[in-house]
């Protein structure tokens, strides 16, 4: 799940915020060639209703970016406070329970606690940033753009949806996907959506026409586990307990796993846009139409 608007807030500039809480990177893909920077953030559902009843629903959401060589995120070294090698934190009797407060990369945690367990000296000299104030990431690169004072994560996502309230009917909000280099999708601030991606109808036009919908043969020959459900859409595999688990847990991003939520008169019911300009849940963020 990509949540590209949202990233933008976290620029370098230094800022006037109270961080109580530690914030935790997650590098996932670490051994790929494509490498993203996630956050997590803890959501509680509490408004959907069916049949008269109340649901609550507990997302985990990644809000993740995946760096670009021209993002000028990357050109900077990063506010470090000081630099450890993995022996020198074990010399001073740091334990990965004491860098759960240092706010660094969950994947440098588990890396540095099997390290301990393990007492692999091959990673005695692997390089552990120690980040200033305010500054987290594996190279310290990140911090919140942000006056006021916030708990979490959690709540700046929070902060940052209710703000959309403000266009409300004035713009159509949704993630800009930057890496199918060119695709004209129109003047801006028109933007290829990720999910007009192989769609099955044109997108990109001018000099690239179609180009969002090319070599989506391969897409289709993926291949799901015996204990997963492939969804209509044909790329995507969700585990089988997820299949008919609630007409309310849709975990398919065209909601094929589900049955289709049907009011009166048979009509089927959708969240209207005005329910998700300050909603940040998969029922809102992520959903294709149905195929
Ligand atoms: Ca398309
Ligand atoms: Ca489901």
Redesign the pocket.
Known sequence: MMHWQLLYFIILLPLIIIKSNASFLYNTNDNSNTVFDCLYTYIIDGHAQYEHVSFRTNYLIPYCRRPLSTDPINKIQGYIENTFTFKNLSLQGITSEDLLQWSTSIDIIEQYSIYLIKNNTGFDEFIFNNCSSLWFGSNCEYTFNLSIPIESFGDFVNSSFVARRNYMEKIVIHTCYSHLSGCYRGPEPMCLDWR?????????IGDNLGI??QYCDELEINECKEDEYRCHNGAQCIPLEFFRDSRLSKDCLDGTDETEDKGLMGVILFRQPFECIDSTIFACEETTCRQ
Not at 196 to 203: A, H, M, Q, R, T
């Open positions: 007009e991606i192989c769609d099955g109808k044109i997108d990109c969002d919908e």
